[in-house]
């Protein structure tokens, strides 16, 4: 069965950096979509991003321009390069792997951004 585990958060400061990774296994990686979402203390869960197997890529308004999805199908890996944190994207990331029969989640990392 699939499982997913993310790794790569932890406490920046505002306009700093972060990069997530998500390990897949169990699968066929380049059969399914991935994404990324997030939750933040007393907020429902947002999604952020997402990339096809092909590779196109999509984003929330609120990270466009400063976040960056990408995989690598040979590692099946997702990747999600942040840039320009701000403490609005404090949160709980989870990585999920989608296809039509159905989709899985990866456990979260915390990404903090305080001073």
């Known amino acids: 069965q699939v499982q997913l585990v993310e790794s790569g958060g932890g406490l920046v400061q505002p306009g700093g950096s972060l990069r997530l990774s998500c390990t897949f296994s169990?699968?066929?990686?380049?059969?399914?979509?991935m994404g990324w979402y997030r939750r933040a203390p007393g907020n429902q869960r947002e999604w952020v991003a997402a990339?096809?197997?092909?590779?196109?890529?999509s984003y929330a308004d609120s990270v466009k321009g400063r976040f960056a999805i990408s995989r690598d199908n040979a590692k099946n890996t997702v990747y999600l390069q942040m840039n320009s944190l701000s403490p609005e994207d404090t949160a709980v990331y989870y990585c999920n792997a989608r296809k039509p029969t159905g989709e899985y989640w990866g456990q979260g990392t915390q990404v903090t951004v305080s001073l």
């Open positions: 990339i096809t197997g092909a590779g196109t890529t």
């Open positions: 169990g699968s066929r990686f380049s059969m399914y979509v």
